[in-house]
Nanobody, 126 residues
Framework: QLHLVESGGALVQPGGSLRLSCEASGFSLYEYAIGWFRQAPGKEREGVSLISGSDESTYYAHSVQGRFAISKDIAKNMVFLQMTDLTSEDTATYHC???????????????????WGQGTPVTVSS
């Protein structure tokens, strides 16, 4: 059974940093691409970043490029999202998700998800 559990969300001040973690079980992340999407109240779901399980191909939404970094530890079956220079626009619940591996990635990958977790809340406020 595919299972994803996120952690690391918190209340942080503008300009601060957070590191989110996603632990997968029931399958190997190597077989998928793994990403993060976020959902804020009253806003559409936004695909934030993703990484291939089998190589280092990545995707970042324009809104987070240069501030967020995705990484993985296949041996531990975990994915991480390092977030820096956070703003109030980053406030949302962040979900870890898996989907098909591709040769290249874009935001459309987030329309083909196989599973996702319950999410971890991130609040950026002073």
């Amino acid at each position: 059974q595919l299972h994803l559990v996120e952690s690391g969300g918190a209340l942080v001040q503008p300009g601060g940093s957070l590191r989110l973690s996603c632990e997968a079980s029931g399958f190997s992340l190597y077989e998928y691409a793994i990403g993060w999407f976020r959902q804020a109240p009253g806003k559409e779901r936004e695909g934030v970043s993703l990484i291939s399980g089998s190589d280092e191909s990545t995707y970042y939404a324009h809104s987070v490029q240069g501030r967020f970094a995705i990484s993985k530890d296949i041996a531990k079956n975990m994915v991480f999202l390092q977030m820096t220079d956070l703003t109030s626009e980053d406030t949302a619940t962040y979900h870890c998700a898996i989907g098909p591996r591709r040769r290249a990635y874009d935001g459309g990958w987030f329309d083909q998800l196989d599973a996702w977790g319950q999410g971890t809340p991130v609040t950026v406020s002073s």
